[in-house]
């Protein structure tokens, strides 16, 4: 057994023994192997993205879940857009089986004929007889496009007696008594059943109607909305009603109840990206294991978790790879009736902010889609006062109606888990989904934990899970968990961003489980680690008299990008612009290079002694890399070039910042008598910062 199985089945175990079914979920994002195009940068659709998201779900339909059913539904709408987004969705049974059967293997099949336009009335006919009714459809005209044939009826399903819970569902349907000029649909894109005349549908009638469309594509059903039983008897019927035809696009909106005996996989439009919404995985295996196959099947159809850069290096997709958290249902959640370990766990997270900055992408800080909680509101006292809060809820009788502590918790978090616009889904740990009983979809039950980017490897992915996993079961011991929260103060943005203390802060964490009987394997992290900051330079140069050898390395360090004022941006909407224009990078040198060696930037010394007791020493500078419109002090030009000079005891080197400003390159210098230095760098706002800001001179 790996280390990793061992460890997964020893953080499960004690999750189990506590009687803790934790389940996790999850949104990897994609991109194509040649990302062209405004939906693979800064919107959410595009002629690309659709073909490659059904071509990948295909594949998995072939390859993963055999027997599911594939559904175009139309997803969230945000301001600024004119359409819903859409969300491609793979039905499976809970238990694995198929809950519609196909005659092909596939649906839509890839065997069969299409319905033509002759058949197409003789094909709704034959329907009638499998439902027990007789569907009135009226025909619609596109006004787009000419050859596209539309058929409605409208479609529905008889209220059940009260009382009688066993009662055979009844379907229901009426002529759609609509006039000749109104028979059109309103020529928005997407399915027809997106755009029917339901304003001239008589106010009497549900609005639900099936939808039959034919184009240059092949067939298409919008499925009337439904619950999740009847809309499975309407899918069946349809596919008995297909003797040799190939069976058709589906298209609907997905029930509310298809989670109690579904499983459902989602491919959704997101800006950049194609996002995946994995099943609820009951158990890290069954979230790695997808994670595996989503790499395996994304490479067949061109997809994968990273941008290549042209300079060769590598960056996550920029859509994030957030982690969810939740229960097998809400009669059962782990957190609703365990307040303590809840609070728990986001105190430990507040402690190690390795756990917020080391697998995110590069906005970091208040202004970025997944900022701290304290970071965001300034403070730790107002968190303080609700962790305390919730914590003396354990084990007390509760006031609330499901006789837990849900609505406190949510209605208590929410409101702290947030931006400093109060935005409570932009947060380190968002708890949006959790439980609030006013937002769509509010009341899941799911903690998602948002600072985590994609990687380019999955199994590293899988890693990181899995450490949030053993964590989980780790702090459910209450002398493992803080006893209260730690003010950083501006240490955090100032020291603990910096590279080697991400890693020396991981360490700890991964001391904590190694003491506690879950030893991870630090290669993946370290992996990671060395991935997500690459050196900018590194020097290493002879030892003197069998001593030890100087050596210095610079590595890029993540800077906290300031929010700047709503810019308004075309269709009368406002933006949420922030200036990225600053860049910052570490210093690390050992003993020797210290006690040997000099260092200028720009003909200035850089002072390698750092405030305070850090072996090696550690140093971060901070510089305007470029001006951006809008920007934070326009005023203030660029730092470039920037240009060290190494000095050691026999030769100096010069070195320069690349124009992509990730690498320094060999440049020449002075290898005779040495150039005279001017004043050393100050640019600190506080004598303890580690950080030298060369705008302050």
């Given amino acids: 057994m790996s280390w990793i199985e061992a460890v997964a089945r020893a953080a499960e175990s004690r999750l189990s023994a506590a009687g803790i079914r934790l389940t996790l979920g999850g949104e990897p994002t994609l991109v194509p192997l040649q990302p062209e195009g405004p939906e693979w940068s800064v919107t959410a659709d595009g002629p690309t993205k659709l073909p490659i998201a059904r071509a990948l779900a295909r594949d998995l339909q072939q390859r993963v879940w055999p027997g599911s059913t594939l559904l175009y539904c139309p997803g969230k709408r945000y301001d600024g857009e004119v359409n819903p987004r859409w969300a491609l969705r793979l039905i499976l049974g809970s238990d694995g089986t198929a809950p519609v059967h196909w005659p092909w293997p596939c649906q839509p099949a890839l065997e069969g004929r299409p319905l033509t336009n002759d058949e197409a009335l003789a094909w709704l006919e034959r329907l009638s007889g499998r439902l027990g009714v007789a569907l009135h459809p009226v025909p619609l005209r596109d006004p787009l496009d000419p050859h596209r044939r539309v058929w409605a009826a409208p479609l529905s399903v008889a209220p059940p007696n009260p009382g009688d819970a066993s009662a055979a569902i009844t379907w229901q349907v009426a002529p759609w008594p609509l006039e000749e000029h109104l028979r059109e649909l309103s020529g928005a894109p997407g399915p027809a059943g997106l755009c029917l005349p339901l304003a001239h549908l008589p106010e009497e009638l549900p609005r639900q109607v099936l939808t039959l469309e034919i184009d240059r594509e092949g067939w298409e059903l919008f499925l009337p909305p439904l619950d999740r039983e009847p809309l499975r008897l309407l899918l069946q019927a349809v596919a008995d009603s297909l003797e040799g035809l190939a069976a058709p696009r589906l298209s609907g909106v997905l029930p509310l109840d298809a989670g109690e005996r579904w499983q459902v996989l989602g491919l959704t439009a997101d800006p950049g990206v194609l996002e995946i919404n994995l099943p609820v995985c009951h158990g890290w295996k069954a979230y790695h294991d997808w994670l595996l196959q989503l790499e395996e099947a994304g490479a067949r159809v061109g997809l994968r978790s990273w941008k290549a850069l042209s300079d060769g290096r590598q960056e996550g997709t920029g859509g994030g790879n957030h982690l969810l958290w939740g229960g097998p249902d809400l009669a059962h959640h782990p957190f609703f009736s365990r307040p303590a370990w809840l609070t728990g766990i986001l105190r430990y997270w507040q402690h190690h902010p390795s756990l917020a900055y080391l697998f995110c992408g590069p906005g970091v800080g208040p202004a970025s889609q997944s900022p701290r909680p304290d970071e965001a509101l300034g403070d730790c006292f107002d968190l303080e006062l609700a ?43 968002s708890f949006d989904k959790f439980w609030n009983p006013g937002a769509p979809a509010g009341c899941l039950g799911l903690v998602e934990f948002r600072a985590l980017e994609s990687l380019p490897q999955m199994a590293w992915s899988g890693a990181v899970a899995l450490l949030w996993s053993a964590l989980a079961a780790h702090l459910l011991e209450p002398c493992h968990r803080p006893a209260q929260l730690r003010d950083w103060g501006a240490s955090l943005h100032d020291n603990q961003l910096l590279p080697s203390q991400l890693w020396a802060d991981l360490e700890a964490v991964l001391a904590d489980l190694s003491a506690d009987g879950l030893a991870l394997d630090p290669a993946p992290f370290r992996a990671i680690w060395e991935w997500r900051f690459p050196p900018l330079l590194r020097w290493q140069g002879q030892a003197a008299d069998g001593g030890e050898a100087p ?94 000079r190494l000095l050691t005891p026999t030769e100096e080197l010069g070195f320069r910042l690349h124009g992509d400003g990730h690498r320094f390159d060999p440049c020449p210098a002075s290898t005779t008598a040495p150039v005279p230095a001017g004043p050393p760098w100050q640019g600190r706002r506080r004598p303890t910062d580690r950080t030298i800001d060369l705008r302050l001179g």
């Fill in 387 to 429: 962790y305390r809060a919730i914590e003396q809820a354990e084990g007390t009788p509760s006031q609330e109606p499901f006789g837990d502590h849900r609505g406190l918790i949510g209605e208590t978090l929410r409101h702290l888990h947030a931006d400093r616009s109060g935005n409570n889904h932009r947060s380190e740990i």
């Fill in 551 to 644: 050596a210095l390395e610079l590595r890029p360090a993540p800077e906290p990008w300031p929010l700047i004022c709503d810019t308004p941006v075309q269709g009368g909407f406002t933006s949420r612009f922030i200036d990225g224009s600053l860049r910052r990078f570490e210093v690390t040198a050992n003993p020797a290079f210290s006690r040997d060696c000099g260092l200028l930037l720009n003909g200035r010394p850089l002072p390698l002694s750092s405030p305070g007791e850090v072996e090696p020493p550690v140093l971060a500078v901070r510089f305007r890399y470029q001006r951006l419109y809008p920007c934070l002090h326009p005023a203030i030009a660029p730092q470039l070039p920037l240009e060290l």
